[in-house]
């Protein structure tokens, strides 16, 4: 396994059960998470981390996500999440990494992709 997988591993474990000790596990104590690289503030620290993470989501969603590219400081993860009967988002994380593996910064690019026409049915 590499650094990036072996986080994104964690995330996704992290994101399923919403143990603190798994959010802990991946984020350090000073890491900032930014939902858009263009959001005026970052979630900053992990008790802000943890109290975001708490908040109720949508179930039953289907992360479909793989390491793209990495090196001892960023992972790029990218990806679709699906939230059935609520949303589908196509995905591209930036993880920059403490050196103990945890992300210092998380920063989400996501957004919901055009319809082209293929995925409505024919008359």
């Not at 960023?74 to 050196?99: C, K, Q, R, S």
């Amino acid at each position: 396994m590499t650094k990036a997988s072996d986080w994104l591993n964690g995330y996704l474990k992290a994101w399923t059960s919403k143990d603190p000790a798994d959010v802990r596990a991946i984020f350090t104590d000073d890491a900032q998470y930014w939902f858009r690289p263009d959001d005026d503030e970052p979630v900053v620290g992990i008790d802000d981390i943890l109290a975001m993470w708490a908040e109720p989501e949508a179930p039953d969603v289907v992360p479909d996500l793989r390491v793209l590219i990495e090196n001892d400081e960023l992972g790029i993860i990218t990806g679709t999440v699906d939230y059935p009967g609520h949303a589908h988002y196509a995905n591209m994380w930036e993880v920059w990494f403490a050196p103990d593996g945890r992300a210092q910064k998380f920063v989400e690019w996501f957004m919901t992709p055009r319809s082209t026409g293929d995925d409505e049915d024919a008359d």
